[in-house]
T-cell receptor
Framework: AQSVAQPEDQVNVAEGNPLTVKCTYS??????LFWYVQYPNRGLQFLLK??????LVKGSYGFEAEFNKSQTSFHLKKPSALVSDSALYFC?????????????FGTGTRLKVLA | DGGITQSPKYLFRKEGQNVTLSCEQN?????MYWYRQDPGQGLRLIYY???????QKGDIAEGYSVSREKKESFPLTVTSAQKNPTAFYLC???????????????FGPGTRLTVL
């Protein structure tokens, strides 16, 4: 079955340190992978996506993600965390289910950046 | 939140009432979606529409209904049959859902529905 897993409910990191938010997936065929960020009581904002090509994808606000096909992972990273990065992060995959395409979301990881 | 608007931002419903959540987009997108968000459960798909006058049930469609009479509008009705409707509802749109599309979903700001 198609699925996306975010194994950590919360990640704490000190400001200025690198951060990683983990995501693994299980889909048939080639995955189209996405990361979104959500601030309290707001909609999701698109950060970046992997379709094909370079395994390292660069996105908004200094975020990047590394696609690893052998480990079926798509971890979100940032070299130096900011307090303003504190938010809820969702990994998603677009997959073909039946005759249509759907987006499957992980359960989210809350990132807390400590000053 | 781009060119997608949702209204109202907060909505209160009494038991037994139907309520309708509005979603409008000016992005000229063909596909639109409704998700429900509950704490610790991520986003769950309620309904989606790939084109005007057509829509499909998602994973949790029971107790909900939609219409897609115009390309830019995809209202969601939460009926009295939905037993636990208190949640945050998110509308999204994307260019299309064709095989060649690798497009991104863009989300509205959400509506928080509370049952009194």
């Amino acid at each position: 079955a198609q699925s996306v897993a975010q194994p950590e409910d919360q990640v704490n990191v000190a400001e200025g340190n690198p951060l990683t938010v983990k995501c693994t997936y299980s889909v048939s065929g080639n995955p189209y992978l996405f990361w979104y960020v959500q601030y309290p009581n707001r909609g999701l904002q698109f950060l970046l996506k992997y379709i094909t090509g370079d395994n390292l994808v660069k996105g908004s606000y200094g975020f990047e993600a590394e696609f690893n096909k052998s480990q079926t992972s798509f971890h979100l990273k940032k070299p130096s965390a900011l307090v303003s990065d504190s938010a809820l992060y969702f990994c998603a995959v677009r997959d073909r289910i039946g005759g249509t395409y759907k987006y499957i979301f992980g359960t989210g990881t809350r990132l807390k950046v400590l000053a | 939140d781009g060119g997608i608007t949702q209204s109202p931002k907060y909505l209160f419903r009494k038991e037994g009432q139907n309520v309708t959540l509005s979603c409008e987009q000016n992005l000229n997108h063909d596909a639109m979606y409704w998700y429900r968000q509950d704490p610790g459960q991520g986003l769950r798909l309620i309904y989606y529409s790939q084109i005007v006058n057509d829509f499909q049930k998602g994973d949790i469609a029971e107790g909900y209904s939609v219409s897609r009479e115009k390309k830019e509008s995809f209202p969601l009705t939460v009926t009295s049959a939905q037993k636990n409707p208190t949640a945050f509802y998110l509308c999204a749109s994307s260019i299309g859902v064709g095989a060649a599309s690798t497009d991104t979903q863009y989300f509205g700001p959400g509506t928080r529905l509370t049952v009194l």
